[in-house]
């Protein structure tokens, strides 16, 4: 595999014909393609919105796990209401005030029980969650989401990336599955994909 290869955020192939090995399908309010991003890390410089699909142009270097855009270039996430499940403390108190500062709402957890908890009590247009968790798992998190009225578009971050942890994802109805360590921006930006689903 090539260099090239390797930084390339890949798409699943449809019956269109071949795809760019550059592009990822975005989730839908109706039943999407499932997603990963193999190199998270790479930094996107920008996005085309046009049919559902976005489509990513990754920058020449990969970025620090926590480069920060300035204030004024963040992605606009106001009115966006974010479920963030990660085991790190130190992790989830950064991801946190990152997009809180591109104007989410989040809500932070530290394990299954709190993030259960959160979905019962509250609703969010979207979840992320680490999948190993100190009390149960990523994936059954996304099946008590699954199955409220109102579920949340749930993305999946996590360090292993096998086509077996794939397969899991997918079944259990996560919309994407993201490679960490993922840095700041790219969570930010996957985040305004979804609010641009939810909130127009």
């Known amino acids: 595999m090539t260099h090239d290869d390797e930084s390339a955020v890949h798409e699943r192939p449809t019956a269109a014909g071949p795809v760019d090995a550059r592009r990822f399908e975005l989730p839908q309010r109706r039943p ?10 790479a930094e996107a410089r920008g996005s085309a919105v046009a049919s559902g699909r976005v489509v990513h142009r990754l920058a020449d270097s990969t970025p620090s796990v926590f480069r920060r855009r300035p204030l004024a270039a ?10 963030l499940v990660e085991n790190d403390a130190g992790l989830l108190m950064v991801f946190a005030l990152h997009l809180e500062s591109c104007g989410a709402h989040v809500q932070p957890a530290a394990s299954f029980a709190e993030a259960r908890m959160a979905l019962r009590t509250d609703q969010w247009h979207l ?4 999948l190993d968790l100190p ?3 990523g994936l059954d998190l996304a099946k008590v989401a699954g199955a409220l009225a109102r579920p949340p578009a749930c993305v999946a971050l996590a360090a292993r990336c096998a086509e077996s942890d794939l397969e899991d994802a997918k079944k259990a109805s996560f919309r ?9 921006d ?7 994909q979804f609010r641009q689903l939810e909130l127009g």
């Open 127 to 130: 979840m992320f969650t680490e």
């Open 135 to 137: 009390d149960g798992t």
């Open 74 to 83: 963040r992605p606009d996430l106001r009115g966006l209401r974010v479920l």
């Open 32 to 41: 999407a393609p499932f997603a990963r991003s193999e190199r998270p890390e």
């Open 176 to 184: 994407m599955h993201v490679r960490k360590p993922v840095d700041l």
């Open 186 to 192: 790219t969570l930010a930006l996957i985040a305004r």
